[in-house]
Structures are given as C-alpha cells and as structure tokens.
C-alpha cells in the first residue's frame, strides 16, 4: 500500500481491554492511549480513550470489555506501539481517584494475544498517605510520559495495585515487501 513518502508495512491492533482485577475497591473505569515512535502514521482508529464504570457487585473483576482497533503504518521496529493505562476508581459521590498506571509494550509477533499488566500508583510521603486515608486523592504523575519512558519512573517510590486483563490480535502486512523485519 503507497503512502505518503512512500510505501509503509501495516500493523493492525485489534482486541479489547477485558476489565480489571486486585484491586482494593470496585467501580473502576480505565483511561488509555497508545504511544509510538516518528515513524508511524495512524491509518485509522483512535488511539486514545476512556471505559465506562463496571461497579460489580458479587464479582472479583470489574468488566469493560472495551474494544481497541487501531491501524498503523511504518518504516520499521523503532518506536513499536505501547499501552499506557490509567485505572480509577469512582465512589458514590462520583468523586474520581487514581488506583494505578500500567504500561505495556504490544506484542510484535502476529496473533492473538491473552495479556495481564500489573499497575502501580505513586506512594507519597507518609502525610500524603494518610491523607489520602481519610480524604481521599493521593500523589499523580505530573507526567503521564512517565508511565512508559525514561529512567524517571525507576526513582519513584511506589505501591502495587490490581492488574488490567487485555485480549489484543496483531496483524502485519507488507513487512516482507517492505524489509522489516521482526
């Protein structure tokens, strides 16, 4: 396929983001985006987006089942597709909390994939914990960025949280024709 500056491979996302598990409360809904290196070009889809609050009642995992159909083209590896999530929760005053970030690298080899990304959220001195006890709220990543670049994320003091259970098929056209190789 002929594109702008030339012809491109084709790598296809399709999938859902499944729901969420481990996590302390219920009433969850998960905001993400997919980030990618210069040399890829959005073809279709979107690449980010927000899920509905799942509140399950009797249940350990909140349900999304949100859909995921993004189509790219590229010159190459460099810069393959990454998953940032952002889990929050939501009380019933619908106030809104951050539960955790999780990033993953979307798989390169062709096929569908069952995926589980564990998450994370800052933990904040000892005053902003126990704040966060009583009022809710907590540390939050000034930037988002953070979440899948930079050795930034490593200095971080943090807590583990629940994980994000992910169904993605991945399809490549075109990589032979065009030499990428995975």
Request: glycine content about 14%; some cysteine.
């Amino acid at each position: 396929m002929a594109q702008e500056g030339g012809a491109m491979a084709e790598v296809h996302i399709i999938g859902q983001i499944v729901g969420a598990s481990g996590f302390p409360q219920h009433s969850l809904f998960c905001k993400w985006g997919v980030h990618t290196g210069g040399a890829w070009k959005l073809l279709s889809g979107v690449v980010e987006g927000q899920t509905q609050v799942d509140n399950p009642q009797n249940e350990e995992m909140a349900f999304w089942s949100h859909p995921i159909d993004i189509h790219f083209a590229t010159k190459g590896l460099q810069g393959w597709p990454k998953l940032h999530l952002q889990v929050w929760h939501q009380d019933s005053f619908g106030r809104n909390e951050l539960y955790g970030y999780g990033f993953l690298h979307i798989p390169s080899t062709p096929g569908t994939h069952s995926l589980l990304t564990p998450t994370w959220r800052p933990s904040g001195t000892w005053q902003e914990q126990i704040s966060q006890m009583f009022v809710g709220g907590g540390p939050q990543l000034k930037s988002p960025s953070l979440i899948y670049g930079g050795a930034d994320r490593y200095r971080l003091q943090t807590t583990s949280m629940g994980q994000v259970h992910l169904e993605l098929t991945v399809l490549h056209r075109n990589f032979e024709r065009y030499g990428v190789e995975c």
